[in-house]
């Protein structure tokens, strides 16, 4: 019935019976019980943190201005860090971004003549120009912040061996930075469990330095979070993985108190800090948003690997492949055509409940060093917990795919990407 529908809005027969089979492959429904597993954890340890903060009706009541004495804001700030195992958290409206996030707990916590090290490769994109690989104003080399990183191995992995030896050469080093997902890199995105294993490395040269991971993208993927594992601190976007898809918009750090202190700030001024900020009237759907993120972070998990099964049976390199285990939402496809990405992206366009008669191109965006094309008819503006898909514009042409409020919704796009490539003819399907 389902085939039948997409076929009558325009679907071709033969990619809606292509995506059927692969979702009926027994590598797709064995993850199904595995992701409802994570998701009932999840959804168990937000229950339980709303409920030991004893949330109130009385908590959604907005404040403006200055925000003083905002206690929905603390009893926001309170639910993140019992979710997260921390002892602190700012989690606010004015975070515009995961970058942004990651930019405060940055200048917060680092000094002229520090080293910010990177065990890890290269960062995402956005965090270049704010540590300064690329040149830009107001970046952590012109506060006299230097910058290091050790290379992954030649298959993705963390070269711990060499993580040591860096450590023991360079004192200056004062914050360690690690990005969970892959971002834009055609490498594996780190689990937990390796995260862990790096960050005892760590602390076995260097106890001293504070360790920031780069949450995005992970949140609620597995049932454990990267201040379980011995981090510092951990920064995100509400508008990925936490805010479930209904929160508009803002950001968090997570962490240490007194890291979490010195990141809020730079978001504020210095004497002022975490102690005032307006919610806005925004709380409500902070909270909501976090509480349905388990799930939806789930639905997200789904849509990713019927894709990744979909492409892999295609022919594509796929990463992570359909039967690995999961821990960031971002599948990566490996097109190898700049014309098949804009395809792929046209078709999730065109599956989108809104601007769904946009037609995706390239074009230059703010922190990004080549175009990027970016798919995503999103009820909020840059959702990457709604379904969307972007990729740079610069071989191997790689497309990166995330997010799917509803599984439903999920699977949707991956029969409209695949029957846009296969339309203009890029695909053959056997």
């Avoid at 060499?162 to 780190?190: C, H, N």
């Avoid at 890291?259 to 001024?269: K, N, S």
Wanted: hydrophobic residues 45%; negative net charge; glycine residues 10%.
């Amino acid at each position: 019935m389902f085939n039948d529908c997409l076929i009558a809005q325009g679907i071709h027969p033969d990619v809606a019976a292509f995506v059927a089979t692969a979702e009926k492959s027994a590598v797709v429904t064995n993850a199904s019980e595995r992701i409802t597993t994570i998701t009932s954890v999840n959804q168990l340890k937000v229950l339980h943190a709303m409920q030991k903060c004893r949330l109130s009706d009385a908590h959604f009541v907005d404040s403006t201005g200055y925000g003083y004495h905002d206690v929905g804001r603390q009893v926001l700030e309170d639910v993140y860090a019992e979710i997260f195992a921390a002892e602190a958290a700012l989690v606010r409206p004015q975070l515009i971004s995961g970058t942004h996030a990651l930019a405060v707990a940055l200048f917060g916590n680092l000094r002229p003549g520090n080293v910010l090290y990177s065990p890890v490769g290269a960062p995402y994109d956005t965090l270049e120009s704010v540590i300064g690989i690329r040149n830009a104003v107001g970046s952590l080399a012109e506060y006299g912040v230097d910058y290091k990183q050790t290379e992954l191995t030649s298959d993705g992995e963390i070269d711990l061996s060499t993580v040591q030896r860096d450590l023991q050469a360079e004192p200056r080093i004062a914050m360690v930075t690690i990005q969970r997902s892959k971002g834009y890199a055609w490498r594996p995105s780190f689990t937990i469990a390796q995260i862990e294993a790096l960050i005892q490395t760590i602390r076995a040269v260097r106890p001293d330095v504070c360790i920031l991971v780069d949450n995005c993208y992970g949140e609620f993927t597995e049932d454990r979070e990267p201040i379980e594992a011995g981090a510092d601190l951990i920064a995100g976007s509400l508008i990925k993985n936490p805010g479930g898809g209904i929160a508009p918009g803002g950001g968090y750090v997570v962490g240490k108190a007194e890291y979490v202190a010195r990141a809020a700030t730079r978001l504020t001024a210095p004497g002022i800090g975490g102690d005032v900020g307006p919610t806005l009237g925004m709380t409500r759907p902070l909270l909501m948003g976090l509480f349905l993120a388990p799930q939806v972070v789930s639905n997200c998990i789904s849509g990713a690997i019927l894709a990744a099964e979909v492409f892999r049976r295609l022919g594509y390199p796929v990463n992570p492949l359909p039967d690995a285990v999961r821990t960031d939402i971002v599948q990566a496809i490996q097109l190898g055509d700049a014309k098949k990405v804009l395809a792929f992206c046209r078709g999730i366009q065109y599956a989108a409940p809104v601007d769904s008669y946009v037609t995706p191109e390239a074009a230059p965006m703010p922190g990004y060093a080549d175009g990027v094309v970016m798919a995503g008819g999103t009820f909020v503006q840059g959702s990457s917990i709604e379904l969307s898909a972007d990729a740079p514009m610069r071989a191997p042409y790689n497309v990166f795919l995330q997010g799917g409020l509803t599984a439903a919704h999920a699977r949707v796009g991956v029969v409209y990407a695949l029957n846009e490539l296969h339309k203009e003819g890029l695909v053959v399907i056997k």
